[in-house]
């Protein structure tokens, strides 16, 4: 088949960009393995502006006329846009199907000829957000339950239906890459890149892009209170942080890629960790296995809302055990104790679980063992396939409306929310409930409850109708039944 390709991130010949230019690398490979055609189009940039062939069958076109960095791809010229929708359309009428990873491009309808596959990569980025809720296609991929129940609960009001066309295909682990690499010395190659470093007794790693949802700032803070309850004991950690690829194109000096850094190192002075904490150049993907080797511990403890993080896993992978934040995807993908979960912005409990993880043993195999059976390299690009090449085009979804909240409806806790043993934790509020009452409220709520069965435990429609309104609760059809195809 010819499967055309759209994405908005860069597709580079070596380095990646981030955790979903990963797969839809791995992706494009394996397609073009098994015998596809395909021909990815993807954004120019000063660093990445010829085509080349990524892998037997493969042609990477950074032909996008976009803003190079992100966010804000869209950021540009309105010629540009028609330049877009022409290279598109001209691509997706020669191709079997058409694949828009994450979501990004807006316009769904460009060949109605053509069966349309589309993925939401993340489910927050505005503009993954305007793709998804324009979403009326054939058939929707996402990473993991926890953002397909996202999604199936953002979609409850007004398009319920797309839970019918909506797969779950959990991002792959490929474990012949990301193995445990202890070398008696480090490849000169990733030597150079990380220069020289801090001596430590234990290293702390936070391979995450400048986001400072991320964590970054988290990192240092957790960095500075694991070195000062290990100093009694004469031990010493540092803190790697590498410089994201996008570093050296974007060219606005107060951008977050370029002031993330300086604000980290800043703080951490301020905590006097300052000799502790070393940011180096970018990992390219092949060296990432050792990266992830060297360390004793790496750090996923932001609060951004992850789709699906595939730090953690290649972290565990590599044989280093990962401290996560119950935050979005995190909260769900890994089970302890394959990974030490704390509540976002816990600073004591995230320091106890780092030196646990620096001084316990770490059951890798078994690991490894959980990661291949549940996050399955093989099965993730097999599941794409077929969908891809069995994709055909379907009438579009049509909207409805549910009416407003009354006392017959019913509701549930929203798949973004959940209880961190602090309060209810709210991804999309980055922010967590304390009111004992709303608590309460939530809690009835796990489960599918009809409104009449809250009001008769006291609570009134109005406490009802504003959760819904904060997001913390969602409404369902009429016989309090989400469709689940996942």
């Given at each position: ?87 598109v ?18 316009f ?29 296609r ?8 926890y953002?397909?129940?996202c ?38 190659e ?50 790697l942080?590498p ?24 703080s951490?002075?301020?905590l ?12 390219p ?26 730090v ?41 679980a ?58 549930r ?9 602090h309060?209810i ?62």
């Open positions: 088949m010819k499967i055309c390709i759209f994405s908005v991130g860069p597709v580079f010949p070596n380095h990646v960009h981030g955790g979903s230019q990963k797969i839809l690398r791995e992706l494009a490979i394996h397609l073009g393995s098994v015998g596809h055609e395909v021909r990815v189009l993807c954004t120019r940039r000063p660093d990445n502006q010829m085509p080349f062939e990524l892998a037997s069958n493969v042609e990477i076109l950074p032909t996008l006329r976009l803003k190079p960095t992100y966010p804000e791809p869209y950021y540009t010229a309105p010629h540009n846009i028609s330049h877009l929708i022409s290279e359309t001209r691509n997706v009428e020669n191709s079997d199907v058409f694949y828009i990873h994450d979501a990004e491009l807006p769904h309808d460009l060949n109605c000829r053509t069966p349309t596959v589309v993925s939401f990569r993340d489910f927050v980025y505005p503009d993954t957000l305007v793709g998804a809720f324009g979403f009326r054939d058939e929707l991929i996402l990473s993991c339950k953002v397909a129940s999604v199936r609960d953002a979609f409850a009001q007004i398009l319920p239906d797309i839970m019918s066309r909506t797969h779950v295909v959990p991002n792959g682990i490929n474990l012949s890459h990301f193995r445990p690499i202890r070398l008696g010395k480090m490849n000169s990733l030597a150079a890149l990380l220069g020289e470093l801090p001596p430590a007794d234990y290293t702390l790693l936070c391979p995450h892009r400048p986001d400072r949802r991320k964590g970054i700032l988290e990192c240092v803070a957790i960095a500075a209170e694991v070195q000062r309850r290990l100093s009694s004991q004469g031990k010493t950690i540092r803190l942080i410089r994201w690829i996008d570093s050296t194109v974007a060219t606005e000096s107060l951008h977050e890629y370029q002031s993330i850094y300086s604000e980290a190192l800043s951490a002075e301020n006097g960790i300052a000799e502790r904490v070393h940011v180096h150049d970018w990992v993907y092949a060296l990432m296995p050792e990266y992830l080797s060297l360390g004793d511990v790496t750090l996923s403890v932001g609060n951004f809302v992850e789709a699906f993080g595939n953690h896993l290649e972290s565990v992978a590599c044989g280093t055990p990962a401290v996560v934040s119950m935050v979005a995807a995190h909260a769900y993908n890994l089970p302890e104790p394959i990974v030490r979960k704390v509540a976002y912005g816990d600073i004591p409990a995230s320091a106890h780092v030196i646990r993880s620096c001084i316990e043993s770490f059951d890798f195999n078994s690991a490894r063992t959980y990661l291949a059976k549940n996050f399955s390299f093989p099965a993730m690009l097999a599941g794409y396939e077929r969908i891809l090449t069995s994709s055909t085009v379907k009438s579009p979804l049509k909207l409805r409306n549910l009416d407003s909240v009354n006392s017959h409806g019913w509701v806790l929203a798949a973004w929310c959940r209880h961190d043993g309060g934790y709210n991804d999309y509020a980055y922010d967590r409930i304390s009111q004992t009452r709303r608590i309460n409220l939530a809690l009835a709520a796990r489960q599918a409850v009809r409104v009449s069965c809250l009001e008769n435990s006291g609570f009134s429609l109005a406490e009802i109708a504003r959760e819904i309104d904060d997001g913390v609760l969602v409404q369902l059809n009429h016989d309090g039944q989400a469709m689940e195809h996942f």
